[in-house]
């Protein structure tokens, strides 16, 4: 009494003046007040997170090329050993239908150019050259060279005329393949040409004087390619993307030429033999 008042602290609603309210108040309480910005992080320490996230998706793809790496890799050399086992005579193909071995030589003499036993008599022998060419990026620039110049052997007339034209000129005879920069992109193969005429660097073309045995040559091939595909394992092969990317493009030439064709001829073959079957037991058996 007798002194000043005090002004109200609180408006017509009971909220303290210049408060936040209850419900601020109860958020204050709850919280401990209001939560601090986190710190930016230093330039250096974005950088290095960057980094280490990048390392972690590399890692990714590079476990999943060598997987899928050996799943090629292991896929041919089945391939290559059943296609072995059947040209030996007396196996089923696709568990069908019984080749043996004087039925696949009819088939064989009544269907197959005869230049095909030269070309996989060259791919062979041109193959097992490589044998000591060091596994991933050097083995795989090698093959890769040598069927571009197998395929130009073997073309027609027309082609080769087409690919001498385009071909790099060379002062050597037997050219040496040049070292590739595999971070410039996927290996690319050049033919080269000395006095007008295509010169080979991995492939040899020795002259045969004599016949040579379709079942020979192709069960050979089939060894050595499935020896060549086990150099593809190296651990520069499934790192490096470019090096995996060539020897993709490698096996589906090798898949087209060799693999699909001698398939797709057995496939139709046994066909034919289960429709004459088929026929035969409408008729009442061989006549």
């Known amino acids: 009494a007798g002194g000043q008042s005090r002004p109200d602290?609180?408006?017509?609603?009971?909220?303290?003046?210049?408060?936040?309210?209850?419900?601020?108040?109860?958020?204050?309480?709850?919280?401990?007040?209001?939560?601090?910005?986190?710190?930016?992080?230093?330039?250096?320490?974005?950088d290095e997170a960057a980094?280490?996230?990048?390392?972690?998706?590399?890692?990714?793809?590079?476990?999943?090329?060598?997987?899928r790496l050996e799943a090629m890799v292991q896929k041919r050399k089945n391939n290559f050993a059943y296609l072995k086992k059947v040209h030996g005579g007396g196996k089923f193909w696709l568990n069908s239908v019984l080749l043996t071995r004087e039925?696949?030589?009819?088939?064989?003499?009544?269907?197959?150019?005869?230049?095909?036993?030269?070309?996989?008599y060259h791919l062979g022998i041109s193959c097992?050259?490589?044998?000591?060419?060091?596994?991933?990026?050097?083995?795989?620039r090698a093959l890769t060279q040598l069927l571009e110049e197998w395929?130009?052997?073997?073309?027609?007339?027309a082609t080769q005329t087409v690919k001498l034209m385009l071909a790099k000129p060379t002062t050597f005879l037997y050219p040496q393949t040049p070292e590739h920069d595999w971070d410039q992109g996927p290996f690319k193969p050049t033919l080269y040409k000395f006095s007008n005429d295509i010169a080979y660097a991995h492939l040899h073309t020795p002259h045969v004087p004599f016949e040579l045995d379709y079942f020979e040559v192709f069960v050979s091939l089939c060894d050595i390619m499935s020896l060549v595909y086990n150099k593809f394992m190296a651990a520069d092969s499934y790192s490096h993307p470019m090096i995996y990317e060539t020897i993709v493009r490698v096996d589906s030439k090798v898949k087209h030429h060799v693999i699909n064709l001698i398939a797709k001829e057995l496939t139709d073959h046994s066909t034919s033999m289960v429709k004459a079957a088929m026929e035969n037991l409408r008729g009442g058996g061989p006549k």
């Open 51 to 67: 980094h280490e996230q990048a390392e972690a998706e590399e890692a990714a793809l590079r476990l999943q090329r060598m997987a």
């Open 103 to 120: 039925e696949l030589a009819r088939f064989i003499n009544a269907n197959v150019p005869r230049q095909r036993v030269l070309m996989f």
């Open 128 to 140: 097992s050259k490589l044998l000591d060419t060091p596994p991933g990026g050097p083995i795989v």
């Open 151 to 157: 395929e130009h052997h073997f073309a027609s007339n």
């Open 9 to 46: 602290r609180h408006d017509a609603a009971g909220r303290p003046r210049g408060g936040k309210g209850p419900a601020a108040e109860r958020r204050m309480r709850r919280g401990g007040g209001a939560k601090p910005h986190s710190a930016p992080k230093a330039p250096g320490q974005e």
